[in-house]
């Protein structure tokens, strides 16, 4: 019996109380990747509306689509890394569940991706024409030039959640709740080096928004704290052989 080509990229789309959008996302995502050794992974964080069973539906149109669920609530990295964890290609797409990141753009990141040098561990999304509001747009400018300037990344926009990474270095990073907006600073603290693409971004159609800007402000408070100790305990050996 001929056993399954693993895939090439896995699609790892963290959700929570996105009944309405999984359905439409999940095709787009097939859509995308058409043609492709691909699977998506949907890790359903604890929803307390239709999402898990809409997801569930959704398995009968897409036989690349993995469920995954939290008995609890836990959070977007913690969905994020349950998804990589079971993720079975050497590539991980993440994108947010809301359907604001076009999946039309993630094979371009993937693409630069295979195509960089090996210490290219990571190419982030920037969202050329956010469609948000303009208080989230200046609370974020403002977030990026501080994050930027403790923690000395080269992200100017790490809240875009559609990013393309190797997942073997994904793993060697530190778990911390809401690492995922760090993570182009903890590449490079791990040694590796990212680049970037500009994407597109649209506006949520279903569903509403699970931060405010006093509640990022609050984590990222302590978040940039711990990233800034993180990094000064760091050291790295330079390029490791086996002799």
């Known amino acids: 019996m001929t056993q399954p080509r693993a895939p090439e990229v896995s699609v790892v789309v963290p959700v929570h109380d ?5 359905g439409s996302l999940a095709a787009e995502i097939a859509a995308a990747f058409a043609g492709r050794e691909y699977e998506m992974i949907f890790v359903d964080d604890r929803s307390r509306d239709a999402t898990l069973l809409e997801l569930k539906a959704l398995k009968a149109l897409h036989p690349q689509l993995r469920v995954l669920t939290h008995p609890s609530n836990a959070g977007q990295s913690r969905a994020v890394r349950s998804g990589v964890l079971a993720a079975r290609a050497p590539i991980v797409v993440t994108l947010d569940g809301d359907g604001q ?16 040098p090996a210490e290219v561990a990571l190419v982030g999304g920037v969202r050329a024409s956010r469609q948000d509001t303009e208080a989230k747009r200046r609370a974020s400018v403002w977030a ?3 994050r930027r300037r403790l923690l000395g990344d080269d992200a100017d926009d790490t809240g875009c959640g559609l990013k393309a990474f190797r997942r073997e270095a994904f793993l060697r990073l530190p778990y911390f709740d809401h690492m995922h907006r760090y993570l182009p600073a903890l590449m490079i603290r791990e040694g590796f080096r990212n680049r970037y693409l500009d994407v597109g971004h649209r506006h949520r159609e279903s569903g509403r928004s699970k931060y405010t800007n006093l509640g990022r402000l609050m984590a990222s408070l302590s978040d940039l704290l711990g990233v800034m100790w993180l990094k000064t305990r760091s050291r790295q050996p330079g390029a490791v052989e086996e002799v």
């Open 144 to 146: 990026n030039r501080i």
């Open 18 to 22: 996105e009944a309405g959008a999984v």
């Open 101 to 116: 990141n076009p999946p039309a753009d993630a094979p371009r990141l993937v693409q630069a991706l295979i195509e960089a």
